[in-house]
């Protein structure tokens, strides 16, 4: 009897931390997207000082956030967007526009790919 008590907490345990994954990894994606939106809201505009501070915000919350999704995630995945944000910093702080609206665009894809990837589905589990 022990022994299944035991089982099924820690079946319910295993359930509740995927869940709370999911959870964190959906929150934290919506957020480090809807900054990139207005980082490219703000250099479309030519703000180049905004877009650098909203930046600035994007970048310092995912590195806080990198290092809990680096238990949940490939690292290869997680490299991609750490690159991005190496060339968008390069890119912001040269001032070119073209270049830095394409890194946007390809950030926001690698973002969106890691919440599609944890997404509870069934292409996800096999």
Known sequence: ???VIFSAATFILIVLLI???CYYTA??????????LQIADAIEKDDWAEGGRIFAKVKEDWEKTQKRLAMLFHHD???D?????AYL???????EKTNALSELSVLEFEISHIK?????????LF
């Open 116 to 124: 599609e990837t944890n997404n509870l589905r069934l292409e996800n």
């Open 27 to 36: 929150k934290k994606s919506d957020s480090l997207k809807d900054m990139v």
């Open 1 to 3: 009897m022990k022994t």
């Open 19 to 21: 869940l709370f994954s």
């Open 77 to 79: 995945e997680l490299e």
């Open 89 to 95: 910093e390069s890119y912001i702080s040269s001032r």
């Open 81 to 85: 967007v750490g690159i991005s944000f």
